[in-house]
């Protein structure tokens, strides 16, 4: 028998957030492959439409499965996500040197590293939720842990992924920090860290990383090279000025100065017709998102509602922050797309899939009561 308690303690506030942010996606993407050519743009926006359409479905389904099985079968779904990340090291097609991506469909390809986020945090929720909260855990107690990351960390980093293995170790440190670890475990692994970031830059890191990390420290070393793409999104940005240019009438994307502007710099499109106006409602936008679903996470009233929850906020936030912090020049550029904004199909399914799970949560938080 249907529950009437779903429908009363839906999310809408949440759910209204996310339909404007993917209209302004799907508004802002027709813009930004405007200077593809006709049959081009079309063919993205059909195909982000179609995924969109897609995401829309599956959010259907994850929030009308019972909220237990995802518990019951935490384990068993991050085992599927580390099988099909196996699987694209069998199988995949490598695409700009990653061997990231499945072919599922003609026309229609699939990269498992960014569903197996979600994998990770269902898998990881259950185990987390399974330790006593009132012992923060200390270096024995925390190696059992760091096996959940380090497995998928290692399969993405074997497709020549770095960016997409990095979020497994942020999304990690900020549960297993909520959860509560030893002050001297953070003292040591904080020190080891910068080490090992050292070392990275000075032994592992290819040319064009390196290159990335210069041009952070100075934009200006190379503004016809390796700087070109931050040097050009910031001047798309400030041109934008206040009101912004107007819809379709942002010239440096549309001459072509900006690169990725469908995926990866798909807000300095929106910045330079919208302006700082329209930046800061989006803005504005990520951040209640980010509160409401904080707030699913504070208002669970069991732990693995809770770390479920508090992971995915975590996806979305890392996303939102190293895609704005390297277009804008904070931080080093790393290719990672925005949230409901940025073309592609994977990410996009993983977002509404996530969205779904976070709708779940705060239907059925009176379950547990």
Known sequence: MFD???????????????????AIGLVNLFSATSSFGTDAQENYFKAQLMWTGVGILTLLVTTSIHYRFFYSSSYVLYGISIILLILVLVIGHR??????WIQILPGMRLQPSEIAKLGFILGFSRYLSSLDARRPLGFVGLLPSMVFVL?????ILKQGDLGSSLFFGLIYITMILVHGVKMRVVATFGILGV???VVAYMFFLSPYQKDRVKNFLNPELDRKGSGYHVVQAKIAVGSG???GKGFLK?????LKFIPERHTDFIFP???EEWGFFGSFVVLMLFLLFLFLGLSVASHSPEKYGFFVALGICALYFWHMAINLGGVLGLMPLTGVPLPFLSYGGSNLLTNWLGFGLLLNISMRRFMFS
């Open 241 to 243: 000025e206040f009101w």
């Open 250 to 254: 942002g010239q440096n994307h549309k």
């Open 95 to 100: 695409v700009s040197g990653s061997q990231s």
């Open 4 to 22: 009437r308690r779903l429908i009363t303690n839906f999310n809408w506030p949440l759910l209204i957030v996310v339909m404007v942010l993917s």
């Open 151 to 155: 497995v998928p960390f290692l399969l």
């Open 195 to 197: 080490v090992l970031v």
């Open 269 to 271: 499109v929106l910045a």
